[in-house]
């Protein structure tokens, strides 16, 4: 099993930015497929970013596009993402998850993650 803490959330003024990290424990981080996801009130929960366990392959949700970047350093556990030009829409929780996986594999399905963080607050004012 494998362990998921977030972290650097926080309130933010639109135009701003924010880094989350990921640290994972329990089991090696780097044969994980990891993705962040997002769940604003009343709404279902998202796909924001995927990356593989190699970092080779990433994926965006359309919306945070040229925005967000995803990344992960292996040898410190830790996934990240960046995220520049917040606008309000982006206020969630943010959660990341990890999948058990080959170095290629990514998905921006929540359903195929097996594991969870608890989840960060993001809000940005307008």
């Known amino acids: 099993q494998v362990q998921l803490v977030e972290s650097g959330g926080g309130l933010v003024q639109a135009g701003g930015s924010l880094r989350l990290s990921c640290a994972a424990s329990?089991?090696?981080?780097?044969?994980?497929?990891t993705g962040w996801f997002r769940q604003a009130p009343g709404k279902e929960r998202e796909s924001v970013a995927a990356?593989?366990?190699?970092?080779?392959?990433?994926y965006y949700a359309d919306s945070v596009k040229g925005r967000f970047t995803i990344s992960r350093d292996n040898a410190k556990n830790t996934m990240y993402l960046q995220m520049n030009s917040l606008k309000p829409e982006d206020t969630a929780v943010y959660y990341c998850?990890?999948?058990?996986?080959?170095?290629?594999?990514?998905?921006?399905?929540?359903?195929?993650?097996?594991?969870w963080g608890q989840g960060t607050q993001v809000t940005v004012s307008s």
């Open positions: 990356i593989s366990w190699s970092g080779g392959r990433t």
């Open positions: 329990g089991r090696t981080f780097r044969t994980y497929a």
């Open positions: 998850a990890a999948k058990y996986s080959g170095s290629y594999f990514l998905s921006y399905q929540s359903r195929e993650y097996d594991y």
